[in-house]
């Protein structure tokens, strides 16, 4: 996984992040390479809360998109006698 993906999952929009701080997108590139994603999230959870408020992924991508499949119930009929 690497960052981009990371932040489209926590519902961020990487590209507005990375064009109104761009340091703070490298240094975490820098520091996401080196560590497990769940490690990542502890240590910037106040961070990543704030970012999320300030550059909201408005449609997620379609590729990321999991499509929703239907259950399908089964049809009871009455026994005949």
């Known amino acids: 996984m690497n960052l981009r993906a990371y932040l489209i999952s926590k519902k961020i929009d990487p590209d ?3 064009s109104s701080e761009s340091n703070l997108y490298r240094s975490f590139n820098l520091v996401f390479s080196q560590m497990h994603p ?3 999230t502890a240590q910037k959870l106040f961070l990543i809360n704030k970012l999320r408020r300030k550059y ?3 449609k997620e991508p379609e ?3 999991v499509k929703q499949v239907k259950k399908v119930k089964p049809k009871i009929v ?3 006698k």
């Open 38 to 40: 769940d490690s990542f």
């Open 78 to 80: 009455p026994r005949l």
């Open 63 to 65: 590729e990321n998109a």
């Open 16 to 18: 507005r992040l990375k």
């Open 56 to 58: 909201r992924l408005e």
